[in-house]
Nanobody, 126 residues
Framework: VQLQASGGGLVQAGDSLRLSCAASGRTSSTSGYTVGWFRQAPGKEREFVATIRWNSHTYYSDSVKGRFTMSRDNAKNTVSLQMNSLEPEDTAVYYC???????????????????WGQGTLVTVSS
């Protein structure tokens, strides 16, 4: 599975962005996969942002809960992350990742995911 993240950009605090993660390859359907978003700010470790499981249940980090929303379109093999009320602290490279086997207790752990996209930069100015 190849993942392509897109949608990043430079915005002001309070603005919105929508990131997309498109799957392609021999097994390109996103159905049956858990797809997560992680981010890494300069000088910091990669951290969990949100994930959507194969059953479309979503989970969010406390820092983005209520502001970010994940959704999936299996017909288009894409997963989206709608980011509202962006803050300068949201500035980071955002990565999408996928797994068919990650268990619920491990969804916030980057090591639980098998495939990764290349990342898209989100910069939020104050």
């Amino acid at each position: 599975v190849q993942l392509q993240a897109s949608g990043g950009g430079l915005v002001q605090a309070g603005d919105s962005l929508r990131l997309s993660c498109a799957a392609s390859g021999r097994t390109s359907s996103t159905s049956g996969y858990t797809v997560g978003w992680f981010r890494q700010a300069p000088g910091k470790e990669r951290e969990f942002v949100a994930t959507i499981r194969w059953n479309s249940h979503t989970y969010y980090s406390d820092s983005v809960k209520g502001r970010f929303t994940m959704s999936r379109d299996n017909a288009k093999n894409t997963v989206s992350l709608q980011m509202n009320s962006l803050e300068p602290e949201d500035t980071a490279v955002y990565y999408c990742a996928a797994s068919r086997t990650v268990i619920l207790s491990n969804i916030r752990n980057a090591r639980g995911y098998d495939w990764w996209g290349q990342g898209t930069l989100v910069t939020v100015s104050s």
